[in-house]
């Protein structure tokens, strides 16, 4: 990672992930959305777009812009990409939400918006799959796989929302009604379990190997768990169409994907495992630590989905499945790295400049892992809390879960600030000659 270039946009996507994070949580505690109405109705459609598009889609493609680079040890394939994506990512999905508040009758009605922001969303996408693709292309190896098939799968995902977005104002036709009425599931698997959690587990390989001083997964190990995860995909999406087409209904079809599902979860635990197990840094940081709440939570998940499908209750309960590993695995994943990797930028940014030539502050010391600690807890305590309470059916409890969710999202995002403005280093080391603060929103030219 030292000596590469840093991503000149990678905080701006962190930064607006963070709003869209924000605007999701006051949704939740309002009571707008899921669990307060159907999970189909427009408002939960709002709730579901700003969390997975404007939280962790924009916090992934932030992170991929930074670490493709690194994983594949070649350049972005093209840096001037990054802004326009990240700006028809936001207009995209800010028509997308208009669109969907008018189909629930709370701005007027104009559908066309619903097209309007499917077409931007895919310009976006497009330019972020199209730029870290040809990246990672270059040389696919090790985690790079798992981000190969990532935006494979995101494309899969943007093709299945548009066709839904074209239904709803009614330019699909017969075909985009059916898929409309049958295909959800499919978009869901597609963007949750392809793009977000398989490139999630690919980044994350490397991210705890280099933050841990740990030998990187053996390629046959990990190769095995990236063919039964995009397998399990594979299955769910090409299967889920064919059996749309033929009108046999998708149980079968999403039950072998569960199997492989579960499968692919099993055999990420067990290469964690060896990469713990083989650390040199003994002492965790506070991000790893917090790492591991997360991958509890995915094997919380995974249990309860077992438990609820073998007690015939998983369609009245998939809510909370869903914001179990939506909350607890991947946001509490990306928000335990986003604290490393914006204090890693950081350090490189304000100090690589003049390392080697005057005494320069550690990354550690750019944060305060003690004070930040406590905001990571409140935070996943609340998640947990959250899935109890939609398992409970109390929906007044869950808007105090999803308010004490926030309070330690404050937390979090008030450290990431101290750490992106240097508060926590030493007066003294703080700003030797040539380095200067980095910008909060962007890395400097």
Not at 205 to 234: C, E, H, Q, W
């Amino acid at each position: 990672m030292i000596g590469a270039s840093i991503s000149r946009w990678t905080m701006s996507y962190f930064a607006a992930a963070l709003a869209w994070l924000f605007v999701a949580l006051a949704l939740m505690v309002a009571g707008l959305g899921f669990p307060a109405v159907h999970l189909a109705s427009p408002d939960t459609l709002v709730l579901v777009h700003v969390v997975c598009i404007g939280w962790l889609s924009l916090a992934m493609c932030g992170a991929l812009f930074q670490f493709v680079p690194v994983l594949v040890a070649r350049p972005l394939f093209s840096e001037k990409w990054a802004l326009p994506a990240l700006g028809l990512l936001t207009a995209g999905l800010v028509s997308l939400l208009a669109g969907f508040l008018g189909l629930g009758g709370r701005l007027p009605a104009w559908l066309w918006l619903l097209p309007l922001g499917a077409v931007l969303l895919v310009g976006g996408f497009g330019l972020v799959v199209v730029d870290l693709g040809l990246t990672a292309w270059l040389r696919p190896v090790g985690p790079a796989r798992f981000v190969l098939v990532g935006l494979a799968s995101l494309c899969a995902t943007i093709a299945f929302g548009a066709m839904f977005a074209f239904a709803h104002a009614g330019w699909a036709g017969s075909i985009g009604e059916t898929i409309l009425a049958n295909g959800v599931p499919l978009h869901a698997i597609g963007g949750l379990g392809g793009w977000l959690t398989l490139t999630a587990m690919g980044v994350s390989y490397r991210l705890l190997s280099m933050f841990m001083l740990s030998p990187d997964v053996d390629d046959r190990k990990s190769n095995m768990t990236l063919a039964a995860g995009a397998l399990a995909i594979a299955v769910a999406v090409v299967g889920g169409i064919v059996a749309i087409w033929l009108a046999f209904g998708l149980n079968v079809v999403l039950s072998i994907a569960a199997v492989l599902g579960l499968a692919t979860a099993a055999l990420y635990g067990r290469d964690l495992i060896g990469i713990f197990s083989g650390r040199k840094r003994r002492q965790l940081e506070l991000n790893t630590r917090m790492a591991v709440l997360s991958f509890v939570s995915l094997a919380a998940a995974a249990f309860l989905g077992v438990v609820l499908v073998l007690t015939g209750t998983f369609a009245a309960h998939v809510g909370a499945f869903a914001f179990l590993a939506v909350f607890g695995w991947l946001s509490g994943l990306v928000l335990a790295k986003l604290y490393k990797i914006v204090a890693f930028l950081t350090w490189l940014e304000a100090y690589g400049p003049v390392m080697g030539r005057t005494p320069t502050p550690r990354v550690q010391d750019l944060v305060a892992e003690e004070r930040a600690s406590k905001w990571f807890v409140i935070y996943y305590v609340a998640v947990w809390l959250g899935t109890l309470t939609l398992v409970a059916g109390q929906p007044s409890a869950f808007r105090a879960a999803a308010a004490m969710m926030t309070i330690g999202l404050a937390g979090i995002v008030r450290e990431v600030i101290r750490t992106r403005r240097l508060a926590d280093v030493a007066g003294s080391l703080r700003l030797p000659d040539g380095a200067c603060t980095p910008c909060l929103l962007c890395a400097r030219a």
